[in-house]
C-alpha cells in the first residue's frame, strides 16, 4: 500500500504542492500558513548580496489614495483662499518652517525630522501612482495593466529588499502590514508584488487589519473610521489582530521536535518526488518556518496589545498607531525594511469633505502615530539606525472645488502628480531641514525637484546596498538597483 500511494498522482494537485502540504501538517501547522511560510522561504534564499552589510533599517510608511500637500506639510497662507484651503499654519520646533495646524505633536518634535517638498512624477491615476511610488521607478513598464498586478511590473522597495538584503535573526528581511493594498471593488493594486523579480522574492505580508466592503469605510480603525460621504462609520466586528504564527493546540514542543524526526526521515525518500533547485528552496523556507516557531521575539514583534498600555496609548489605540508600533518591534527584532500602509486603500483619496475627513479622521491618528514613533526610536537609542519615509501616490491639486455629483456638496483636492511633500527621519537624516520648495500655488517644484528615484536611492543607500549592484531576472538579465542618485540635504 505505502509503495502504491508514493506514485499516486491527483489529477489537479502538482507534487511540489503535495509535499508542501503534507510537511505543513507534519509541523503541526494549518494550511492557512502556507502563504506566509512560502515567503519565509523566499527570504531565507538570498544568496546574491550576503556579503553586503546592512547598516540600517527602513519605516516606509504609505499613505495610499495621496496626502495634499497644502493640508499637511507644505501650506500656502499666502496663496487666494481656493488655493490655501480651509487649514491654518502653525510654527514648528524649527524657526521659519511652519505646517498645518492639525499636525501639532509632529511641529513640536520638528528637530528631530526632515522633508522634502518638491518629489514630482508625471502621473495623476491611482494604480500607476502606486506603482511608481512602491518601486521607485517613474517608467511605466511594459505590460503595464492598472487593474491587476503582473510578471512584467517592476520589483517593489520591498521586494527588493527580500531579494538583496540579508535576514537577521531568522526573519524575513521585509514585511508588509496591515494588510495588502486591495481596492474595494477587489482590484490588487499593482507595486505592491515582486513583479519581473519573481515569486520567491514576495514580501512577508502581514495581514493585521483587512477590512474590504463596497461601503468604502476607511481610516484608523476602530477610533477614527469613516466613510467619506457619511462621516464616522467603524465596521461591525473589526478586530486589529496580527496572523498567530504558533503550534496547533495541544503540539507541545517535545512533540514538534519528533515530528520534525519524522519529517526528517520521510525527506529521506523524497528525491523520488522532487529534485532541484525548487525543492532546495522548500528546504530553507521550511528551516526558517521552524526557527521561527520555535524561538520567542517574532512572536513578541507581532503582539502589540501585549505593550505596554501607556505606550500603546502614545502611539494610538487605533490601525495607524498599532501598526507603527509593530513596525518599530520588527526592525528592532531583525526586519531591515517594514511598510506600513497608513490606511486601506485610497483612504487618503479626498475628492469630497476633505478637510471634514482630514481634521477628524486622518491627520490626528497619523500625527500621534508618526510622532510617537520618531520619539519612540530615539529614546531607545535606535532613531539613528532606522530611516522613516513617508509619502502617498502623488500629491493632490493646487485648487480647492467641488467635484459635480459629490454627495457631501464640500469641496476637496483631485489628484496631482506634479508634487508631493515626503516626510523622512532618522537614519542619519538631519531633523529640521527642508529640501526643495513648490511654487507659490503648490502645483509644481520651484527648486531641487526630486524624482521616485532619487527617494528610492535613498532608502537602498540605507540599507547598505552598493550602488553597482545588480539583480537577475529569471532570464539571468542583469538589472540595476539604483536608479537615481539619493537625496542630497537629507544628511
Request: hydrophobic share 40%; net charge neutral.
Amino acid at each position: 500500500m505505502s509503495g502504491r500511494m508514493f506514485h499516486l498522482r491527483h489529477p489537479r494537485a502538482g507534487r511540489r504542492a503535495a509535499i508542501q502540504a503534507g510537511a505543513v501538517g507534519l509541523l503541526g501547522l494549518g494550511m492557512n500558513h502556507v502563504a506566509g511560510l512560502r515567503s519565509l522561504a523566499a527570504a531565507a534564499g538570498v544568496g546574491e548580496a550576503s556579503s553586503v552589510v546592512r547598516p540600517k533599517s527602513v519605516i516606509y510608511i504609505f499613505l495610499s489614495g495621496g496626502l495634499a500637500q497644502h493640508d499637511s506639510f507644505d501650506p500656502k497662507p499666502d496663496a487666494p483662499a481656493d488655493i490655501r484651503g480651509e487649514f491654518s499654519p502653525i510654527a514648528t520646533r524649527t524657526a521659519g518652517v511652519h505646517i498645518c495646524e492639525h499636525l501639532p505633536m509632529l511641529a513640536a518634535c520638528s528637530d528631530q525630522w526632515a522633508m522634502v517638498r518638491s518629489l514630482t512624477h508625471p502621473y495623476n491615476e491611482h494604480s500607476i501612482g502606486h506603482h511608481v511610488m512602491l518601486t521607485g521607478r517613474t517608467q511605466t513598464p511594459i505590460g503595464f495593466n492598472p487593474n491587476r498586478p503582473t510578471s512584467s511590473d517592476y520589483p517593489s522597495l520591498a521586494a527588493l529588499a527580500t531579494k538583496l538584503v540579508p535576514s537577521r535573526n531568522n526573519l524575513p528581511p521585509a514585511a508588509v502590514l496591515p494588510e495588502k493594498l486591495v481596492h474595494v471593488t477587489g482590484r490588487t493594486i499593482p507595486g505592491q508584488f515582486a513583479g519581473e523579480l519573481g515569486d520567491r522574492s514576495e514580501p512577508w505580508f502581514i495581514e493585521a487589519s483587512q477590512y474590504r466592503d463596497t461601503s468604502y469605510v476607511h481610516g484608523a480603525f476602530p477610533q477614527y473610521g469613516f466613510q467619506r460621504q457619511r462621516g464616522r462609520e467603524v465596521p461591525a466586528g473589526y478586530r486589529y489582530e496580527a496572523p498567530r504564527l504558533e503550534l496547533s493546540g495541544g503540539l507541545l514542543r517535545n512533540e514538534f521536535q519528533s515530528r520534525l524526526a519524522l519529517l526528517r526521515s520521510i525527506e529521506s525518500q523524497r528525491a523520488v518526488l522532487e529534485e532541484g533547485a525548487e525543492q532546495l528552496q522548500y528546504d530553507r523556507h521550511r528551516q526558517t518556518a521552524v526557527s521561527m516557531l520555535l524561538e520567542g521575539q517574532v512572536h513578541r514583534a507581532l503582539d502589540v496589545h501585549a505593550a505596554d498600555e501607556r505606550l500603546q496609548d502614545r502611539y494610538g489605540r487605533n490601525s495607524f498607531g498599532w501598526s507603527l508600533l509593530m513596525a518599530r518591534q520588527l526592525v528592532e527584532a531583525g526586519v531591515s525594511l517594514v511598510q506600513v500602509n497608513l490606511g486601506n486603500d485610497e483612504s487618503w483619496d479626498t475628492h469630497e469633505a476633505a478637510f471634514r475627513n482630514l481634521r477628524e479622521f486622518l491627520l490626528p491618528p497619523t500625527d500621534r502615530a508618526v510622532s510617537a514613533l520618531v520619539e519612540d526610536l530615539s529614546e531607545r537609542g535606535l532613531l539613528e539606525d532606522v530611516l522613516i519615509v513617508m509619502a502617498g501616490e502623488f500629491g493632490r491639486t493646487p485648487k480647492v472645488f467641488t467635484f459635480p455629483g459629490a454627495e457631501t456638496k464640500l469641496p476637496g483636492r483631485d489628484h496631482w502628480g506634479a508634487v508631493q511633500t515626503v516626510f523622512f527621519a532618522g537614519g542619519g537624516v538631519r531633523g529640521g531641514v527642508v529640501v526643495g520648495e513648490s511654487d507659490a500655488t503648490g502645483g509644481y517644484p520651484k527648486s531641487d525637484a526630486q524624482t521616485p528615484e532619487n527617494m528610492a536611492a535613498t532608502i537602498y543607500q540605507a540599507l547598505g546596498l552598493p550602488r553597482e549592484l545588480v539583480w537577475k531576472d529569471a532570464f539571468e538579465r542583469p538589472h540595476q538597483v539604483y536608479h537615481g542618485e539619493p537625496i542630497v540635504g537629507l544628511t
